[in-house]
Structures are given as structure tokens and as C-alpha cells.
């Protein structure tokens, strides 16, 4: 990881000074209210330290895709509320991202005050990465600072093009995800162990790649190690399983092979005729014993025992993706077990575990042990990404 600044690079006092601050406030909404804070109480440390130091705060965020035109109904001003509350402070919300309107807006701000620009997203300029957009932004600014991981992998505007209009910084949240990702797999400490689930190989084939060359240990779970099996000959019966993906499959555990990345699949499974709870049709059996009208929901018992055992002799854990379909009992228990084992292992001090992907963070919320992990990630596409191996533009930005 290339070196980037934080906030402790900033003086102490920032009386006055105007902060471009890049958040990610793109909520889950439903009927007009938002369903999940998580996002505003990851930034709000950020903007609270810069206001507390006296730095006017102006926040630059994107909601829904409004393809470069204002829509009433993606206004950020629906948001403001929420982050009234979160903050416990006032919040001004400010029509433009630039322009005189938006410096006058500023202008009127007091050192310490917090002002919500509109939906970046309003202006074509941003997703066109516009080096004049961006520079009609960073005009009402005297630092950029961005906290917006999940928002990383993009090169827009407000993500990329401002962190070389002015000097640049992450803030506290995207501090703590760059220095987390870099402990999980950027110089991780070894032997590391990936843990690669859910449904398609087909979504998630560069992060296998990439993993087999980085990790000592790649296990593979859910649906998609439905495809490594029958890369290897077994009959999957009825499971999901990317028939046309056995020949990629093969490739990645040669190339594995080759790299000296040890691919662990299931022995055992969780079998049934029909995807229900709890089918009368369910059993476990070896992989080499499903039959053809059966498919495969979970890795059985006897997998999750030999990954506990992986675990325990490793020192990194990164994991995307879960063991099974665990949005339906019992098919959660190997993603469960994974869970907690992680949790606990890294409470023992001997794991450093890190966790991502919009499914997995769901399935630790589930295990009840999404606080005993070391680190869980909730950038989505930016976290997969970044699993991917790929140079995120907004990180690569701030690192410049
Ligand atoms: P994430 O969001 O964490 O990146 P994915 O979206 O790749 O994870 O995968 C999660 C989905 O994979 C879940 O909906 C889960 O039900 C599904 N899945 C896992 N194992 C199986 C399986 N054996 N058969 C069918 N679906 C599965
Ligand atoms: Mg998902």
C-alpha cells in the first residue's frame, strides 16, 4: 500500500479552513425513510474531529443513479435528518456543489459548521471524471479529504479528479478500512487463509485468481465450489453449478497448485430434493454420493470441521462469500460455524480476520458475531474489487 495522508498530517487548528469531505451517503431507503444508518455513523467520526477543529465541513456525497440531471426524488436533502441525528449536530443543506450559490452558502458558514452539498451525481462532470467540474468544486475549498471507501472504486469527480485539485487526505473510516485491507492481504501476516463462497464462480473469478496467488490456503464454499466439484469429476446433481466455467476452474486450481496455494473443497455436503426450510428430503452425504435429482445447499460437517483445522494454523483470514444458502435454515449452519469459529479464534488473539461482501456482512450479523471479528468491510463493490487485486482510483488518488 502506497502511502497516503490522514488527518493527523492536517495542523490542528483548521479555523475557517473549507473541507471538501467525499462521504458515502447512498442509503438503503424504503418509502422516503432510510433502513440502515451503518454508512453515517462510519463517517461521522470524520465530521465531527474537522468541525471539533474548526474546519467549515462540506460533504460531497452521490445517491441513486440520477445519470447527470437533478431528480426531486434523489435529492441528498433526504438524508439530512438522519445525519442530524447521528451527529447531534446541525447540518445546512446546500443546493449546488459549486457555483456562486454554493460560495455564498459557504461563506455564510461558521468555523465548526457542517454544510450537506447536493447530490454530486446532478452533474454530468462527475461521473465523467471532468477536470473542469472538479475544479468548479475545488474552488470552494482548501482540502480534500475522502471517506468513502465504498464509493473508491469508481473514477469519478468527487472521488478521483478533486484529490489532484488540492490537498488530499482519508479520513478516519477509510483509514481504518486501507489499513485493515492492507493487514488482511496487502502484507498480511502469514500463512493466510481465504475463505471464497457464495453463489457464482462467474461473479467472482478475479478474486479467486488473485487469491490463489496471494494466500497459502484458498477454501471454497457454496455454490461455486458446486463447479470446482465437477471440474473434478464429481456429479452435482441438480445444484447451481457453471457447467460451461469447469475448464476456468480447473485453470485456477493449477494455477494454485502451481503457486503453492492449497484449495480446499468439501468432502461432505448438505443435500435435498427441494429449496425450502428444513426439507424432509435433507441429508448429508459425501460429495462423490448426490444423487441426480438432489443439489447441494451447504458444506457438511465434515468440511467445516477440516476448515476449523485450516484456521487454527493460520495467522490472516479474509473471507467473501457465504458456505451456503443461509437465508434458509439449516442451510446457514456451516456459514454460522465459519462465523463463529472466526470470531472466536480472533478474540484468542491468534487471527486477524477480515470480512466482506453485502451477503457476508448479513451472514455475521446472523452468526451474532459481527463485533468479534477484527474487521468487516461494508464497500461491496469496492471491497471485491480491491479482493480482485485492482488499484482502486480514489485510493490510488489519495496515495499520489
Ligand atoms: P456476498 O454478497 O457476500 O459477496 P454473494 O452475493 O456472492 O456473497 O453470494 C451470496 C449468495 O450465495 C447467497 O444468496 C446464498 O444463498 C448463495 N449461495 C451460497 N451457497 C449456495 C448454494 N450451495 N446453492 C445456491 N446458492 C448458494
Ligand atoms: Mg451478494
Not at 475544479?135 to 484529490?163: C, M, P, Q, W
Request: proline content about 5%; some cysteine.
Amino acid at each position: 500500500m502506497s502511502a497516503f495522508k490522514t488527518l493527523d498530517d492536517l495542523p490542528q487548528d483548521l479555523s475557517g479552513q473549507r473541507a471538501l469531505v467525499r462521504v458515502d451517503l447512498n442509503l438503503p431507503m424504503k418509502d422516503g425513510q432510510a433502513t440502515d444508518l451503518t454508512r453515517v455513523t462510519a463517517v461521522a467520526p470524520t465530521i465531527l474531529e474537522l468541525a471539533d477543529r474548526g474546519a467549515k465541513v462540506l460533504l460531497l456525497a452521490h445517491y441513486g443513479r440520477p445519470k447527470g440531471e437533478r431528480h426531486s426524488t434523489m435529492s441528498i436533502s433526504m438524508v439530512q435528518g438522519d445525519l442530524e441525528r447521528v451527529l447531534d449536530r446541525e447540518v445546512m443543506f446546500i443546493p449546488e456543489v459549486a457555483g456562486p450559490v454554493a460560495a455564498q452558502a459557504i461563506d455564510i458558514l461558521r468555523p465548526g459548521d457542517i454544510g450537506l452539498m447536493e447530490n454530486v451525481r446532478f452533474w454530468p462532470g462527475e461521473e465523467a471524471n471532468d477536470a473542469d467540474f472538479a475544479k468548479s468544486i475545488a474552488a470552494n475549498g482548501d482540502f480534500y479529504v475522502n471517506d468513502a471507501f465504498s464509493a473508491a472504486h469508481r473514477a469519478h469527480a468527487s472521488t478521483e479528479a478533486l484529490a489532484h485539485l488540492l490537498p488530499a487526505y482519508a479520513g478516519r473510516a477509510m483509514e481504518k478500512e486501507l489499513k485493515a485491507l492492507d493487514a488482511a492481504l496487502g502484507t498480511p501476516q502469514p500463512p493466510v487463509a481465504a475463505v471464497v463462497g457464495g453463489a457464482k464462480v462467474s461473479t467472482k473469478l478475479a478474486v479467486l485468481e488473485n487469491l490463489s496467488r496471494k494466500v497459502q490456503h484458498l477454501v471454497i464454499g457454496g455454490g461455486m465450489a458446486n463447479t470446482f466439484l465437477a471440474a473434478n469429476g464429481v456429479h452435482v446433481g441438480m445444484s447451481l453449478c457453471e457447467h460451461d466455467l469447469t475448464d476456468t476452474a480447473r485453470a485456477i486450481m493449477d494455477a494454485a497448485d502451481a503457486a503453492g496455494c492449497t484449495i480446499h473443497l468439501p468432502y461432505d455436503v448438505v443435500v435435498a430434493k427441494e429449496f425450502a426450510a428444513n426439507p424432509p428430503s435433507m441429508r448429508v452425504c459425501n460429495v462423490h454420493e448426490v444423487a441426480a435429482d438432489e443439489m447441494i445447499l451447504d458444506i457438511g460437517p465434515l468440511a467445516v470441521e477440516a476448515l476449523g483445522d485450516v484456521l487454527k494454523t493460520c495467522a490472516t483470514l479474509v473471507w467473501n462469500g457465504p458456505l451456503g444458502a443461509f437465508e434458509t435454515p439449516p442451510f446457514d449452519e456451516a456459514t454460522v460455524a465459519l462465523a463463529k469459529t472466526a470470531a472466536a479464534l480472533t478474540q484468542a488473539g491468534a487471527l486477524v480476520s477480515v470480512a466482506g461482501g453485502g451477503d457476508t456482512v448479513a451472514a455475521l450479523a446472523h452468526a451474532g458475531v459481527a463485533e468479534d471479528v477484527t474487521y468487516i468491510s461494508t464497500a461491496g463493490g469496492a471491497f471485491l474489487e480491491w479482493m480482485e487485486g485492482k488499484e482502486l482510483p480514489g485510493v490510488a488518488a489519495l496515495s499520489a
